[in-house]
């Protein structure tokens, strides 16, 4: 029984690597309605590619992660341009497809530049530790938890205060409308798309940190994990992503500590399909039902 | 495809199928019994029973299933287990595998009851994956990832199976009964009334259609018939373990239904031989043929959405005059 706050600390640092992910998710979806499946080798790439350049600079941590960022940028940009403009006006899941395939050219890039076998994670981060009661807390951690607040305060700004942000919300309201109003849509998509991936760069040099291992075949998962996240906070909401990361962390946490960690993907996915079939708008989501 | 219609060979194939399946048929013996090639035949039809399911959900229903490689996962498990463990024969298990993936499918479209589009496609995969999880972590029935050996092949009589020639005319019969069985339903009133939900599912309801059943009887068939491809996978190969069933096979089935054109039997048998052959003249990619199927796949669904021999080369329903 001691062991559950540090479980649950361990769960909603992780809660918040997923909530990054699902956050990047979640905008895409919002503005472009469509489900990007690549978005989980996009972190994967830029995790291996923070690990890349940290190597080169003794192992710098805040290189990796500006790496990690810049490369996830650049990789959304590239994808909006190649995957999602030309399938923008055609039936529901063209998008999707697209996105999958991306998915996959993404994947074995990876395996060619990085190689099939997991690599560990060597950036240094200060060893600092605290206890509190029982309960271990790494500057890790604490930094995770940090950027994650950060980051989400610094994009409810954007959202809500900027231009940009308005005609993010305008198109995410309605495209064609916003379009008529002058807004550039295609500027709307590609700001989005980079600002997620490079979001998801982002928790891919954080969490793989954190693990302490990286490998090619991480970048499905993540993305499925995050879609779960975007899934319970309610697709779209910026608030609802956080919360249903760290959510997600805390029951995986509990369910491999409890359970059994073979079934803690299983689990994730029931609770996927579960919250999809009694609440589909999630926990904090509002307009993610009229397109179902 | 413009050569080929130029010099007018398609129509007069369109006339004359039953050559090309008489040379399928015959193919065995062109091939003198060469294993690899045959091995290779044996898999197309396999591929070609697995599109003819999965196009009753994605081209005719338009319903997004990215997990039918899990009810295909369901048949061989179904099937296999009964044959090593309760010493059923091969015949005994196949209504059995077809019922047991026809329970998966219905569970499985009960979602998209609620969820459209997107979501239906993440559900389903995510149901592929508890499916794929199940399998593996409940070791006291499936013995877990080290997979189930040792599967007996079928026999009828006191011929047992053994060389590829029989297991290539049963995989072609399976084939054939699931194409004829698709024909069937694609021209009846729940086919129509499938595509109408395709089209568009208000406009269907308001002319009558039961939206909630059609769909679940289409995951429902497109599962069975998967199962039954499931049981004869199991027995051709005698060993089955979960990751012969993975989210990346689904989704080969699903790119051979987009390349070959969703909503099209024909369609579909194009995308499956050509999909299927496709990796085996390519070996020597290696690694990078996933990469070919991704940019395949981005590139049909951007320049030729319906496919090689899609919806629109369909000959349409005719209402045949009564009496």
Same mark, same amino acid.
Request: aromatic letters at 12%.
């Given at each position: 029984?001691?062991?559950?706050?540090?479980?649950?600390?361990?769960?909603?640092?992780?809660?918040?690597?997923?909530?990054?992910?699902?956050?990047?998710?979640?905008?895409?979806? @919002?503005?472009?309605?469509?489900?990007?499946?690549?978005?989980?080798?996009?972190?994967?790439?830029?995790?291996?590619?923070?690990?890349?350049?940290?190597?080169?600079?003794?192992?710098?941590? =805040?290189?990796?992660?500006?790496?990690?960022?810049?490369?996830?940028?650049?990789?959304?940009?590239?994808?909006?341009?190649?995957?999602?403009?030309?399938?923008?006006?055609?039936? !529901?899941?063209?998008?999707?497809?697209?996105?999958? &395939?991306? +998915?996959?050219?993404?994947?074995?890039?990876?395996?060619?530049?990085? @190689?099939?076998?997991?690599?560990?994670?060597?950036?240094?981060?200060?060893?600092?530790?605290?206890?509190? &009661?029982?309960?271990?807390?790494?500057?890790?951690?604490?930094?995770?938890?940090?950027?994650?607040?950060?980051?989400?305060?610094?994009?409810?700004?954007?959202?809500?205060?900027?231009?940009?942000?308005?005609?993010?919300?305008?198109?995410?309201?309605?495209? %064609?409308?916003?379009?008529?109003?002058?807004?550039?849509?295609?500027?709307? %998509?590609?700001? %989005?798309?980079?600002?997620?991936?490079?979001?998801?760069?982002?928790?891919?040099?954080?969490?793989?940190?954190?693990?302490?291992?990286?490998?090619?075949?991480?970048?499905?998962?993540?993305?499925?994990?995050?879609?779960?996240?975007?899934?319970?906070?309610?697709?779209?909401?910026?608030?609802?992503?956080?919360?249903?990361?760290?959510?997600?962390?805390?029951?995986?946490?509990?369910?491999?500590?409890?359970?059994?960690?073979?079934?803690?993907?299983?689990?994730?996915?029931?609770?996927?399909?579960?919250?999809?079939?009694?609440?589909?708008?999630?926990?904090?989501?509002?307009?993610? %039902?009229?397109?179902? | 495809?413009?050569?080929?219609?130029?010099?007018?060979?398609?129509?007069?194939?369109?006339?004359?199928?039953?050559?090309?399946?008489?040379?399928?048929?015959?193919?065995?013996?062109?091939?003198?019994?060469?294993? =690899?090639?045959?091995?290779?035949?044996?898999?197309?039809?396999?591929?070609?029973?697995?599109?003819?399911?999965?196009?009753?959900?994605?081209?005719?229903?338009?319903?997004?299933?990215?997990?039918?490689?899990?009810?295909?996962?369901?048949?061989?498990?179904?099937?296999?287990?009964?044959?090593?463990?309760?010493?059923?024969?091969?015949?005994?298990?196949?209504?059995?595998?077809?019922?047991?993936?026809?329970?998966?499918?219905?569970?499985?479209?009960?979602?998209?009851?609620?969820?459209?589009?997107?979501?239906?496609?993440?559900?389903?995969?995510?149901?592929?994956?508890?499916?794929?999880?199940?399998?593996?972590?409940?070791?006291?029935?499936?013995?877990?990832?080290?997979?189930? +050996?040792?599967?007996?092949?079928?026999?009828?009589? @006191?011929?047992?199976? !053994?060389?590829?020639?029989?297991?290539?005319?049963?995989? !072609?019969?399976?084939?054939?009964?699931?194409?004829?069985?698709?024909?069937?339903?694609?021209?009846?009133?729940?086919?129509?009334?499938?595509?109408?939900?395709?089209?568009?599912?208000?406009?269907?309801?308001?002319?009558?259609?039961?939206?909630?059943?059609?769909?679940?009887?289409?995951?429902?068939?497109?599962?069975?018939?998967?199962?039954?491809?499931?049981?004869?996978?199991?027995?051709?190969?005698?060993?089955?373990?979960?990751?012969?069933?993975?989210?990346?096979?689904?989704?080969?089935?699903?790119?051979?239904?987009?390349?070959?054109?969703?909503?099209?039997?024909?369609?579909?048998?194009?995308?499956?031989?050509?999909?299927?052959?496709?990796?085996?003249?390519?070996?020597?990619?290696?690694?990078?043929?996933?990469?070919?199927?991704?940019?395949?796949?981005?590139?049909?669904?951007?320049?030729?959405?319906?496919?090689?021999?899609?919806?629109?080369?369909?000959?349409?329903? !005719?209402?045949?005059?009564?009496?």
């Amino acid at each position: 029984m001691l062991l559950i706050y540090q479980q649950l600390l361990n769960g909603l640092v992780v809660g918040i690597g997923y909530a990054l992910v699902g956050l990047g998710f979640s905008m895409i979806f @919002g503005v472009m309605r469509v489900i990007n499946f690549a978005h989980g080798n996009v972190y994967m790439v830029g995790a291996f590619a923070g690990l890349t350049a940290a190597k080169y600079c003794g192992g710098n941590f =805040y290189v990796a992660i500006v790496t990690g960022m810049v490369v996830g940028a650049l990789l959304g940009l590239i994808l909006e341009r190649l995957v999602f403009r030309p399938v923008r006006h055609m039936e !529901t899941f063209a998008g999707l497809l697209t996105s999958t &395939g991306a +998915l996959f050219a993404l994947g074995i890039i990876g395996l060619l530049i990085w @190689g099939a076998l997991p690599k560990s994670y060597d950036v240094h981060v200060p060893n600092i530790s605290w206890e509190v &009661g029982n309960v271990t807390i790494y500057y890790m951690q604490v930094f995770m938890m940090v950027v994650g607040v950060l980051v989400m305060l610094a994009l409810w700004w954007i959202v809500s205060k900027t231009s940009i942000g308005i005609a993010i919300r305008a198109s995410a309201h309605s495209t %064609t409308i916003a379009q008529l109003m002058g807004v550039n849509v295609n500027r709307v %998509t590609q700001f %989005t798309l980079a600002i997620s991936s490079a979001l998801a760069g982002l928790a891919g040099v954080l969490l793989s940190t954190y693990y302490g291992l990286i490998s090619v075949s991480v970048g499905f998962n993540a993305g499925i994990k995050a879609f779960i996240a975007a899934v319970i906070g309610g697709v779209g909401s910026i608030f609802g992503s956080l919360i249903g990361g760290i959510l997600l962390g805390l029951i995986e946490g509990i369910a491999s500590g409890y359970v059994s960690s073979g079934y803690r993907d299983a689990i994730s996915f029931f609770i996927l399909i579960l919250v999809l079939m009694v609440r589909p708008v999630g926990l904090f989501g509002q307009a993610a %039902t009229q397109k179902m | 495809m413009r050569l080929l219609s130029s010099i007018k060979i398609t129509p007069w194939l369109g006339k004359h199928s039953w050559l090309l399946l008489i040379l399928w048929l015959i193919l065995p013996i062109l091939l003198r019994n060469r294993s =690899y090639w045959m091995h290779i035949l044996i898999m197309l039809a396999v591929y070609v029973l697995l599109t003819q399911s999965l196009n009753l959900v994605l081209g005719l229903a338009g319903q997004l299933q990215l997990g039918h490689a899990a009810c295909f996962g369901i048949g061989a498990y179904v099937a296999g287990l009964l044959m090593v463990d309760r010493g059923f024969s091969f015949w005994s298990t196949l209504p059995l595998a077809f019922l047991g993936a026809a329970l998966v499918g219905i569970l499985m479209g009960l979602p998209s009851l609620r969820v459209g589009g997107d979501y239906l496609g993440v559900v389903t995969l995510g149901f592929g994956e508890i499916v794929r999880l199940l399998l593996t972590n409940l070791m006291s029935i499936t013995r877990g990832p080290m997979g189930l +050996l040792n599967i007996p092949g079928p026999s009828i009589g @006191g011929f047992v199976f !053994t060389s590829k020639i029989p297991y290539f005319y049963l995989a !072609t019969a399976l084939a054939l009964f699931t194409w004829f069985v698709m024909q069937r339903i694609m021209n009846s009133k729940v086919g129509l009334q499938l595509m109408a939900v395709r089209t568009d599912e208000q406009c269907a309801q308001v002319l009558g259609v039961n939206k909630g059943f059609v769909k679940l009887f289409a995951f429902c068939v497109s599962a069975a018939f998967a199962g039954l491809g499931g049981a004869f996978y199991a027995s051709y190969f005698s060993f089955i373990s979960p990751d012969s069933f993975l989210f990346i096979d689904s989704l080969i089935v699903l790119l051979m239904v987009i390349v070959g054109g969703k909503g099209n039997l024909i369609g579909c048998a194009i995308g499956a031989c050509i999909l299927g052959i496709a990796p085996e003249l390519f070996r020597f990619l290696g690694d990078y043929r996933m990469l070919i199927y991704g940019l395949l796949l981005t590139t049909m669904v951007i320049y030729k959405p319906v496919g090689i021999w899609g919806l629109d080369k369909r000959k349409f329903n !005719t209402i045949r005059k009564m009496g």
